[in-house]
């Protein structure tokens, strides 16, 4: 097999569309797109209409410099434009607490603010899924999505647990505690000890990125910082080991 066709195999792999042509056919046909990437300063009609059709149709758009591209690019021919193929819809906050509500249980949640690894958003959805949570909810923007990478690393957990998607988290949180959710936000500094915060009723976990924690805005609409105890030098966990930690500790409250 020549070279151009095995990275052609790959891209499609790993979910990327990429090309002009590819990319307004994937729109055309209605492909779930999560994110399209468009190189930074190009103002050719083309890529305006590829812009204004990905976002008519509720999809990111994310402008990009043209090393980023090349970086991410198998096929070298992207032409400044890189689509990345979801591999299933999102879902509404609002079904993912009626379905908690259908089962009768307490409603569990896991809201990520801004976790852009891919791996580690693929592997807080396999322990959520596992843990019994009724679904997890990232925002538009600064996220990893539901690509390819997340789903692989996922163990095939993405099938399974809704994952909604939502422009904006302060807003998201405030809605969740009028409907009676309690925010729980993971943070170094956290005043409530891990130990002895109620997660048993409604409740929403909120994982802060891997670099920054929670953002300022998110952090506010928390109703409690819950910290996870430390010993040794390190005063953070991976987000990913910080979600199981916490959602663990709600399953074994939940059975108590």
Not at 133 to 146: C, Q
Request: charged share 25%.
């Amino acid at each position: 097999m020549d070279n151009e066709k095995k990275n052609a195999l790959t891209a499609e792999a790993d979910g990327l569309i990429e090309g002009r042509n590819a990319v307004i056919e994937a729109l055309r046909a209605g492909t779930a797109i999560d994110k399209i990437y468009l190189q930074k300063g190009e103002t050719d009609k083309t890529l305006g209409h590829i812009a204004s059709k990905a976002r008519a149709a509720g999809t990111v758009v994310v402008e990009a410099d043209r090393r980023k591209l090349d970086a991410m690019s198998r096929t070298h021919a992207h032409q400044g434009v890189i689509a990345l193929a979801s591999v299933r819809e999102y879902v509404s906050v609002e079904s993912i607490l009626n379905a908690a509500r259908e089962k009768g249980e307490a409603p569990l949640l896991v809201v990520c603010d801004e976790i852009s690894d891919p791996h580690n958003l693929g592997a807080i959805i396999r322990t959520a899924y596992c843990a019994g949570a009724h679904g997890v909810i990232i925002p538009k923007r600064r996220s990893a999505g539901l690509t390819s990478v997340v789903a692989k690393t996922s163990a095939g957990a993405v099938s399974y647990l809704p994952v909604a998607r939502v422009p904006n988290l302060p807003a998201l949180l405030k809605d969740l505690k009028d409907q009676g959710v309690w925010v729980f936000g993971t943070a170094a500094g956290g005043t409530t000890d891990l130990y002895h915060a109620d997660l048993k009723g409604p409740a929403a976990i909120v994982i802060g990125s891997e670099g920054e924690g929670m953002s300022r805005l998110v952090e506010e609409n928390c109703d409690f910082l819950v910290s996870i105890p430390m010993k040794g030098g390190l005063n953070s966990l991976n987000a990913s080991a910080a979600a199981a930690i916490l959602l663990y500790e709600a399953v074994r409250q939940r059975m108590g």
